[in-house]
C-alpha cells in the first residue's frame, strides 16, 4: 500500500515505462527463454523489488510483522486478542486504508417475516434462502420491534414448519450482481456466495440467532485442546444434479474431495485455513499434489460418515465457525473427475476443467436449491431441491433474481409496492422522500446492522493509466503523493463519511452504520467481557498518544482543520498540490454516482482545493472488472477504490487482518501490490 522516495521514485517511474507503452498497454516482446510479456527475470526482479520497498516505507512488512506475532498466540485468547488489536490499530493509524462504514443500510419495508432468515456475524448465512418466510401484509414497526426484541433474548421466535406454513412461497428479489463461478471452493466474490450457498449445505449451518447448528454433520466434538475436531456426517443426505436427479449420498469422503480440489485450484479463500489445518499451507503453495503429498494433510475420513481435521498442533476453539465457510464445502469426487482431465485431483488444469463454470449443470446440488435457468443481465431462477434433507425449513419454492443495474433509483420501491418483489429500501436521495416516510411511517424499519467493513483503498503502485485524463506529470506526483502518510491521513480527514452515507439513507441510520476499523467491533471478546473494538482502540491510543476513540456511530477523523495540518505536513515533505486522484464510478447507478459525487465535494472543500478527485465515470462492466474482479495488481487502474467490503468468515479477527497481509492479503491486488501468489506467478511465466 505505500512507496519510497526520489531514487525509489526514480526506480518507480522506469518500471513503469517498461511495464506500458505511451498508450498504456502491456509491452509484448517477441521471444526469449527469459522473456515474458515484455519484461525478462531482470526486470521482474526490479519489479518485486520496487513492490517490496514500496511495503517496507509505508508500514506494510510493520503491519505483517504484528499480524504474524498475534497469529502465533495459541495459548491464550486475551493475549491474541490485544496483539491482533495491535495490528488493526497500526493500519488505522498509518492509513493503510480507510475504514468507512458497515455495508449499506437503509429504512426498509418489507414482507419477510422478521428475523425468520439464518444470521450469523460469520460465513455465508446472509446469503441462504432456506429458512425465509414471507408473509402477505407488509411488515409494521410493531411485529418488527417485537420480533427483534425476542431475537437479541435468544429465544422465543417462532419457527414452524412447512405444513404449518401459510405464507407466500415464491420470493422474487433484485440483483446488480451476476455469478462468475459456480465452482463454490475457490471463489471470494459476494455474487457467487450469494448462489452457492443455497446450491450446497456445508457440515454446519445458522440458526436465527446467529448459533452454528447441524447440517449435513449431525454432530461434532474435538479432544481436549481443540487440536482434533471430529464430525459425524448426516447419513442418507443426497447429491442431485441441476434437473433434481439423484446421483450419490454424500460422504465424509467428499469433504476431503472438496479440500484438495480447492488448494489445489488455488482457492481464493485458502488463506482462511492457513494455520488451522495441518499441513495445509504446504499443500496449497508447495505445488506437489501427489497423493503422498496430500496425505500430510489434516483432513481424514476415517469411514463414510466420520470426518477428523487435525490442526498444526496449536488449539482451534473457534473451529466450528470455519465449517460455514465454502472453501470446506464438500464435493463428489467422481462427479468432478468427469468434468474435464484438469478436474482430476493431483493433476489440477484450470484450462481442461469445467467444473463450476457459470452453468446449472456443473455442479452437483446438496442444499435447499437447485439452478433452474440462468441468464445474465436478465433473470436466474432458482427451485427448491426435491430431494432436500431438511425439507421442512424449505418455506420457498422458487426465488427469481431480475438484474436491475441501479439506473432507476425508484425501480424497486415500484416493484414492492405493485407486489413483484418482497422488500425495498427507502432513499434519501428521492426528491418525494418525505411522502414515502409519511406513507410508510407505520412500516418503515431500519435494516439489519451487519458484520462488513467498507471503505476507500489506495493504488500504492498504479501501472496501468488508460481511464484517467491526468498528464504523465500529475500521474508521477499523485504516486508520489499517495505514498506519503501525511497526505493520506489529509484525505482521511477530509471525507465527510457521514454525508457520503445520508445520500441514500437517513441520517439516524447513517450515524450507526459508521465504521472506524477495519474489523467486526463485536467478532471477540476477552475474558472480561471487553469487545475487540475497544481493544482496538486503546492500541491506538497508546500508539499514538491521541485520545480517539474508534468505536461505530461515530467518524472519529472527520476534520477540515485536520485536513489543512496534513496537507501542510504533506508539503513540508516535498509533495506538490495540487493532487489528482481518479476514482471509478459506475454511471448508471445513482446510488454511487451521489455517493461519489459526496466524497468529491467533502475532500475538495475541506483540502480547500488542494486534493482533487477526478469522478471516472465508467459503466458496471467496466468498473467491476478494473476494481473487483481483476486479479493483477498492474491492472488496477485507479488511484482510490471504493470498490472493497469485507466480512468476517470465522470468528476470530485474523479473518480480517489477513486481507492486508503484504504477503497473504486478498486486497493486495486493490492496493497495486503483490501478494506471494501474484510473484510467483511472474515468475513462472518467465520461466516459461
Known sequence: MKKILLTLM????????VACSNNNTPVVDDGGEDVVGGLTKEEVDAMVQLDADIKEKV?????????RAADAITDDLDARYEAYAKAD???VEKVLYIP?????????????????AQYSGTGLAEYKYKGIRLQDDIVTVEQHDAAEKLWMSGSGLETPTVAEYTGPRELTVATSREVQTMDYVITALAEDHELNANFVDGLTENDSYGNFVPSIAESWESNEDATVWTFHIRPGVKWVTNTGEEYAEVTAHDFVTGLRHGAEFQSATGWVLEGFIKGYADYYYGGDYSDEAWANVGIKALDDYTLEFTTDGSPVPFFVSLTGYAVLYPINQEFLESKGEGCKLGAPDKETCAFGTASADSILYNGAYLMESFDVKASTVLVANPLYWDADHQFLTKITRIYDDGSDPYSIIKGFETGAYASAGLNTSWSDYDAYLEKYKDNAYPSLANSSAFGCVFNFNRQTFVETEKTEAEQAATKEAILNENFRKALRAA?????YLETTTPHDVAVSTLRNINNFPSVVSTSDGTIYGDLVTKAYQEATGENRSLADGQDAFYSPEEAMKYIEAAKADGIEFPIKLDMLVVETSDRLLKQGQSFKASIEEATQGNIIINLVLRDADTVQAIAYYN????????????????????GDPKSFVDIYSPTTGYYMVSCGLLDNNSTAALYAQVAE
Open 100 to 116: 468507512g462504514s458497515q455495508q449499506s443500510r437503509s429504512l426498509v419495508v418489507s414482507r419477510y417475516v422478521p428475523y425468520s
Open 89 to 91: 490499530a497500526y493500519l
Open 59 to 67: 508500514g506494510f512488512n510493520e503491519y505483517e510483522a504484528l499480524y
Open 495 to 499: 471525507w465527510d463519511k457521514l454525508a
Open 631 to 650: 486479479s493483477d495488481p498492474a491492472l488496477s487502474d485507479y488511484d482510490i477504490s471504493t470498490f472493497t467490503g469485507w466480512s468476517p468468515d470465522y
Open 10 to 17: 526514480a526506480l518507480l517511474m522506469s518500471i513503469s515505462l
